[in-house]
């Protein structure tokens, strides 16, 4: 079990020469904060070292293979470069610097660890042969990260040859746990192999099993005569422009822009200062800073519902604070489920009381226990919020190369009362970092949520796509309309790990099972949980709201409350009732199509816009060559605030490759566009 941490940048030259001339800087980041946005940028490329033999910077995933050769000491068909652990083809690694500045490519060469402890991996990603037969200096450049450091057991080498591979020279030992987290932009100096053609290996290495994974990126090779000078000019600082006007200069690659306005959107760019004079600014970078905590949309409109009807909208809670929230939802409607009649309650301490494991109490996937005792070394359950047991199943613990786990916690039979709608009600964590099954993600794992209405003969799939990072998350569903008007029914919860990867886990607790009356008619889905910090693994959560009818011609309204810490929002709810912000009746008085979130993007995103009158309107989503690729909206619309998901998908339901792509909202009345990147 692996877990991927954040990168940040560390740069180590073991030579350094500088040219260009007035060179900009580049790679301008921003973090926004409330009423703050942090300004992060990369050194100006000084790089000249003569003549530039060899450029790779893998700019597209699907050749990134293909870009340099590679060569297996030993060759396991598991592991090494461009193959993952199971011995599949892998086409890149992510998350690297594009190739220039603005661009939207993250690409780089991967090498992967062996899944077997008995084997060992041994292979070259080499360059063509480079000619330095009429030079006297040589330099190379690269960058390079890590992911899942923890496990390294061995290092990696840059090598040089001067006959063709036949032997090799070690020029850089790449240690994992030096570089850790970080990126590293390396530069060396090879000038003792100049005079002759060279080939460059990139050796990664591992003998153990279950180590590391090694992303080299953005390669360089030149030769020169000695004779190269530092025409980038005298570095003396750095200009930072908002909306082009200079607030600021600095000497550091690092800068926080206060007294900002929540809302409003920025443009940010940097120069670099010499005593010459100055550069031209990178790439500029557009940014809103937002307060530490946020909700949208503010209003949820459903149209008039009939009786067992059921309908779905989502709202989004983001968290661009320093620190984790723990937030809490509450309505009336949502209380009155919270103490309506109790079909079955299982606190799920010392043993299951009211569910089984149809694997039987020595060989079912799933046990009890705390978080102490049901933790490993790649998963640790957090604490619940009573502190007690819950039921669990733990993944990681199995290991890879495990059996299959696909465990069942199945409820006793539970028999309706038939006054009023149905309610699931539980606390569960499953963290889920590489995402369900159909990603094909090497540590995939699903967690479902079903219900039989013939003693488990036939299961219908109530939720399969939950995620609560690596927090307990309360949620609650509408059972009704699953279970119609039987007689009894079952629910159960299911964990597989896809036919064998090494997944994590998932625990459950506190569950409860009620029956409502005609006042129980609004869910909120998860109420209650915690948003970690900005930048962290599910920053963001996804809360559904459903609304189910219990008569024909139900309309009605509810507040919903969203508190965390000093924090507190209101979102309103109209059922055949049009409600608006803060309950004034203002509606928007512009369109406006916003940016999408989360961004990038994997697997979904969803898209917010402003509908100032009644028109009819389009969301469309265009690859880069302009090409339409799915249609999300299209209709007449009233006025309101909207928002739609889009999963990267085309209309034909094809799965879109990873790269940019452009929305636009379109209408007679307004046109906007904007950019999105989807990353697999």
């Known amino acids: 079990m692996k877990i991927t941490k954040a990168i940040f940048i560390n740069c180590v030259l073991f030579s350094f020469i500088s040219g260009q001339n007035l060179c900009p800087p580049g790679y301008l980041n921003t973090l926004f904060y409330d009423e703050q946005v942090n300004l992060f940028w990369d050194v100006p490329d000084t790089a000249n070292y003569g003549d530039l033999f060899f450029d790779e910077c893998f700019e597209a995933c699907s050749t990134a293979s293909s870009a340099m050769d590679i060569l297996w000491a030993v060759d396991d068909s598991s592991g090494g470069w461009f193959r993952n652990s199971a011995g599949d083809a892998i086409d890149c690694g992510s998350g690297m ?128 005569t000695g004779t190269e000078t530092n025409v980038c000019g005298t570095f003396e600082g750095y200009n930072i422009y908002q909306d082009g006007a200079l607030i600021e200069t600095t000497d550091t690659e690092e800068y926080v822009v206060t007294d900002l306005e ?46 067992g009807e059921y309908q779905e909208m989502t709202l989004i809670i983001q968290n ?221 959560i996804t809360v559904t709201v459903g609304v189910y009818a219990p008569y024909d011609g139900f309309t009605g309204t509810d507040d919903i409350l969203v508190t965390a810490g000093e924090n507190e929002i209101t979102v309103q709810v109209g059922v055949g009732v049009q409600v608006a912000v803060d309950g004034s009746g203002v509606l928007p008085r512009q369109f406006a199509l916003h940016q999408n979130y989360p961004n990038p993007f994997n697997p979904e995103t969803m898209i917010w816009f402003d509908v100032a009158k009644k028109t009819d309107v389009a969301v469309s989503v265009y690859n880069i060559l302009g090409k339409k690729v799915s249609t999300l909206l299209y209709g007449t619309m009233d006025a309101g605030i909207y928002q739609v998901k889009w999963k990267g998908l085309m209309d034909s339901g094809e799965q879109l490759p990873s790269g940019l792509y452009f929305y636009e909202l379109k209408s007679p009345l307004f046109n906007s566009v904007k950019k999105m990147v989807l990353v697999r």
């Open 97 to 224: 610097f594009p190739c220039s500045d603005g661009g939207s490519d993250h690409f780089s060469a991967w090498a992967h660890f062996t899944d077997s402890a008995t084997v060992t991996v041994d292979s070259r990603l080499v360059t063509p042969t480079i000619d330095l037969t009429s030079y006297t200096t040589a330099h190379i450049e690269f960058i390079e990260a890590y992911e899942w450091v923890i496990d390294a057991s061995d290092s990696n080498m840059v090598e040089v040859s001067i006959d063709g591979g036949e032997t090799w020279e070690v020029v850089y030992v790449s240690l994992p746990w030096d570089v850790g987290d970080d990126v590293w932009f390396m530069t060396g100096d090879i000038s003792e192999y100049a005079g002759n053609e060279i080939i460059v290996a990139f050796r990664y290495y591992d003998s153990v099993g279950y180590g590391e994974s090694w992303f080299v990126d953005e390669i360089r090779v030149w030769g020169g």
């Open 262 to 307: 929540n809302g409003t959107e920025y443009c940010f760019e940097v120069t670099a200062v010499y005593t010459e004079g100055e550069s031209d600014p990178c790439v500029a970078v557009c940014t809103t800073p937002m307060g530490p905590f946020q909700v949208n949309p503010l209003v949820l409109n459903f149209d008039e519902t009939n009786a």
């Open 320 to 540: 661009f604070d320093t620190l984790d929230y723990e937030y809490d939802i509450f309505s009336l409607a949502v209380a009155d489920i919270e103490i309506a009649i109790d079909l079955l309650v299982d606190p799920m301490e010392g043993a299951f009381s009211t569910f089984f494991d149809p694997g039987g109490l020595f060989e079912g996937s799933w046990g009890v226990g705390d978080s102490a005792f049901a933790s490993s070394t790649y998963l640790d359950y957090a604490v619940p919020w009573d502190g007690g047991e819950f039921a669990y199943v733990n993944d990681d613990a199995n290991g890879d190369g495990a059996d299959p786990t696909d465990g069942w916690l199945i409820s006793d039979e539970v028999t309706p009362y038939g006054i009023g709608p149905v309610f699931l009600l539980a606390d569960i964590f499953f963290p889920n970092p590489d995402g369900i099954c159909a990603t094909g993600n090497l540590y995939s794992d699903d967690g479902l949520i079903k219900v039989s209405t013939d003693d488990g003969t036939t299961w219908a799939v109530v939720d399969s796509v939950f995620s609560t990072g690596w927090n307990w998350q309360r949620y609650m569903y509408n059972l009704s309309p699953y279970i119609g008007d039987a007689a009894s029914f079952k629910v159960a919860f299911e964990y597989h790990d896809c036919n064998g990867n090494w997944g994590y886990g998932i625990a459950v607790d506190n569950i409860m099972i009620k029956e409502g009356d005609e006042f129980t008619w609004l869910t909120v889905s998860p109420r209650k949980g915690t948003t970690p910090y900005a930048g962290s693994y599910n920053d963001s």
